[in-house]
């Protein structure tokens, strides 16, 4: 335990800026009657100054907006001008430092410097500030043109850093998303395999689940060669993403509203009621389904006009990304243990280096992962916690893999401002241990061994999902959530088998799997299978 403490210390030290970047609020007044007020991100460095951390301490300045001047000389601006007031100048051309004293010199109150690029950490030593005693913050310029819009000309402003909430209460909502999501999909994985069994002792309904059977298994192979297109799809996407990130959003609607209608028609499929038919092309349709499909592709369509609407399209996307996910651990069969390993663990590399090996490879310093998850080069979302940097200033809506499952935060605090609200979890990080749940779902089902693995790989990937939180809670950084979830998933699952003395047949599975119609299952006397013969 000591040696993985001082492993995450250097791991921290290596990846953590080396200067420190605080976010706080501008609480901007106008001069109405009731006054009109909004908040702003501002950017500034506590070693330098410390803000009050309520509006109950804060004292409000006149703004002056001189951003038609970089303040690099005391000549740039007319005499008396910033005398007791809150100044707003441009970046660039000089240091924050030489502009600071310029300010304080002329008698400012506070100084915000508007950047246009993105905002950046104040880099500046202390020791150089020590003379500098008003407030420096960096500030977004188009949030300097919507406070004129918005407030007028005549604002009053303060600066204040309230605390950040002790807990996310989204990330309780994103646990539950998790795990009834993985829970589900591997009880609708094992349904399907006892139907299977089933279906393969009775001849005539045989041929009737074979045409019916729309489950991918894969093999060694096939997973490594998964593994390579998701490396080489996250790079493209990282340098073509205002190209793809639109065939991602094409993708994911054409396929949540199939997977939409797969989860719904299996609840569907067992109302006893509603069930007439009508006949189109030689086949009989149910017109129950035929409504549930027009339902599917409307919810589908509904998302993708208006999927950059934060307010309620985030609900409507989970829907539909929980489906998708649903629909995938149902699909795709892992046929052994041994495919499984591979799988979390190759892919449990490919998320330690996307996230963080790569900061070391690309220019800007950033996670391809984060870039990618949260959308590069204009976004701030939370990626599983993570803060990413604060974009550029706003225009367009910018566009998002809809990959993920999205929560609102729910406690208001300056990242609030400063990032876009929601927390995020990807759908791998679902999937990839769902499948593993689902493998062994089936296998309780083909050993008849009372759900044991089930339950087990279950509650192992809820005890990862709460470490993947307690250490982003911590480290205030995102994490990849495979590092906790793959080893609690795939270790408990082998201790089980190993305790259970299954563990040849675990690993191998193939004596275990149907590939062959001529080998039939006897059924016990509750008509669950048991042992297969020839």
Sequence with gaps: MRAVGLLWAVLCGLLLPPVTADEGILHASGSDVPPVTKDYCIIYNSNWVS??????????????????TVLCSSSEVPSGIMKDKAVVVMRGNCTFLEKARIAQNLGAKMLLIASKPRLSPLSDNKTDFEDVTLPVALIRYSDIVDMQLTLGNEVNVTLYSPPLPEFDYSMVVIFLIAVFTVALGGYW???????????????????????????????????????????????????????????????????????????????IGEIPFGQCRIACCNRSIEVRLIFLAAFCIAAAVIWAVFRNEDRWAWILQDILGVAFCLNFIKTLKMPN????????????????????????????????????????????????????????????????????????????????????????????????PGLLVAYCRRFDVQTSSSSVYYISCTIAYAIGMVLTFIVLALMKMGQPALLYLVPCTLLTSSLVAWKRKEMKKFWKGSSYQVSDSSRTPLLQDDGTPGLYRK
């Design 51 to 68: 803000l009050p951390n309520s509006l109950d301490n804060a004292t409000f300045s006149a703004l002056e907006n001189l951003t038609s």
């Design 189 to 267: 994985s094992g349904v399907a395999e006892l139907e299977n069994l089933k279906a393969i002792a009775s001849p005539g309904e045989r041929e009737t689940r074979r045409k019916k059977e729309e489950n991918v298994t894969f093999t060694p192979v096939t997973v490594i060669l998964f593994v390579v297109i998701c490396c080489v799809m996250l790079v493209l996407l990282y340098f073509f993403y205002k190209w793809l990130v639109y065939v991602i959003i094409s993708v994911f609607c054409l396929a949540s509203a199939m997977s939409l209608y797969n989860c719904l028609a299996a609840l």
């Design 337 to 432: 243990f041994k495919s499984c390993v591979i799988l979390l663990g190759l892919l449990l590399l490919y998320d330690v280096f996307f996230v963080f090996i790569t900061p070391f490879i690309t220019k800007n310093g950033a996670s391809i992962m984060v870039e990618v998850a949260a959308g590069p080069f204009g976004n701030s979302e939370k990626n599983d916690g993570n803060l990413v940097e604060v974009p550029t200033e706003r225009s367009a809506p910018h566009e998002k893999l809809p990959v993920v499952i999205r929560v609102p935060r729910l406690g208001y605090s300056a990242s609030t401002l400063c990032d876009m609200p929601f927390s995020l979890l990807g759908f791998g990080d679902i999937i990839v």
